[in-house]
């Protein structure tokens, strides 16, 4: 039967790993021991248990052995992003050419992009980019546990992140943002009296008569739900902006609107208009509709991405220097 010594030890491996496991597994009983010796008056199972409880609970001492070794060098921890940005690039262009030419593409064992909707593209590229960054770290962990001095390569055009602190905000910044702000604020309400009144903000005017819904009662009602939202998210994105500089408040912004937009392009294009049009302009139309539906949410995607990144990369900077 094991006695608390080993119980403790046990309980210590679990928050270990690495190849070093068993050599601070065996330090640490060789501590408990020297101090069960040196200050409790032997190496009986009593004077083991104080000595025990005093080295404190497993969890905490397992953390003070893995801050001396960490899990990625910190030589290693600046090329967790470059390696990462690189490779989400390259997803990003196969995910835009599969999307556009309706193919799959395969880089075994790395990448693998499926045939995707414009909607399942912007629903996959943020789980591309975990994807992308939890291979880089994998790779970058076995590189530091196997102790070997590796140089990674590096392009001096490749896009470095290291200043991370956004820049103090001039005058003219916070004042127009404060215009922004108010010229989004009138917007959004000017949108929330169309809609209370014609439960569309989608109109067109004719000569003498009443505004008129541009689009059918059904879609005319779930889009304008969505722009309205979506005029409600920036609207406070850039009153919040002029409280803090935490780049937070874009990452929440542009994540909301990405799934705005993912929203939209659920919405089938055809009897989309509640107006007569022509064939050759619907086919016109349709495609230009989509293709300035994609682009915003690439835009919106890489500045998020961005945003993360540079987060990251600050508290990873935050922390080595802790």
């Known amino acids: 039967m094991p006695n608390n010594l080993d119980v403790y030890l046990e309980e210590i491996g679990h ?22 010796a040196s200050e409790y008056g032997g190496t009986g199972d009593e004077a083991i248990d ?19 070794r960490p899990i990625i060098a910190p030589g290693y921890k600046r090329y967790l992003f470059r390696y990462t940005t690189l490779l989400f690039a390259i997803h990003l262009a196969l995910t835009i050419l599969g999307v556009i030419f309706k193919e ?34 994998l790779v970058l962990y076995f590189i ?12 001096r055009i490749g896009l470095d992140l290291d200043e991370v602190n956004p820049p103090r905000k001039p005058f003219w910044t916070v004042f127009g943002t404060t215009v922004g702000a108010i010229i989004m604020l009138a917007i959004t309400s000017f949108s929330l009296y169309l809609f209370a009144r014609y439960q569309t903000i989608f109109l067109y005017l004719t000569d003498g008569k009443e505004p008129r819904p541009l689009l059918t009662p059904e879609a005319g009602h779930y889009l304008s739900l969505i722009i309205i939202v979506q005029f409600a998210v ?27 937009i993912g929203l939209i392009l ?9 107006i007569h049009m022509s064939e050759k302009l619907l086919s016109c139309i349709k495609p230009t509709i989509l293709i300035t539906l994609i682009i915003i949410a690439l835009i919106t995607t890489y500045e998020l991405i961005r945003d993360i990144v540079r987060v990251s990369r600050r508290q990873l900077k935050t922390a080595t220097h802790r």
């Open 104 to 137: 799959s593409f395969i880089v075994f064992p790395f990448l693998f992009i499926p045939r995707l909707s414009p909607l399942g593209a912007v629903m996959y590229l943020p789980m591309a980019f975990l994807a992308d960054l939890g291979l880089v770290a």
């Open 266 to 274: 659920r919405q089938p294009l055809d009897n989309l208009f509640a």
């Open 50 to 68: 104080q000595a025990v409880l005093a080295f404190g609970p497993a969890r905490r001492l397992a953390e003070q052995y893995a801050e001396e």
């Open 234 to 260: 920036s609207t406070l994105t850039l009153f919040v902006k002029l409280l803090t500089r935490s780049r937070w408040v874009d990452i929440i912004s542009n994540g909301l609107s990405l799934g705005l």
């Open 15 to 36: 928050y270990l790993s690495g190849r070093e496991r068993e050599e601070i597994l065996n330090e640490i009983r060789s501590h408990i021991l020297e101090k069960a």
């Open 144 to 155: 530091t546990q196997s102790g070997k001095e590796v140089k990674l390569p590096w392009p």
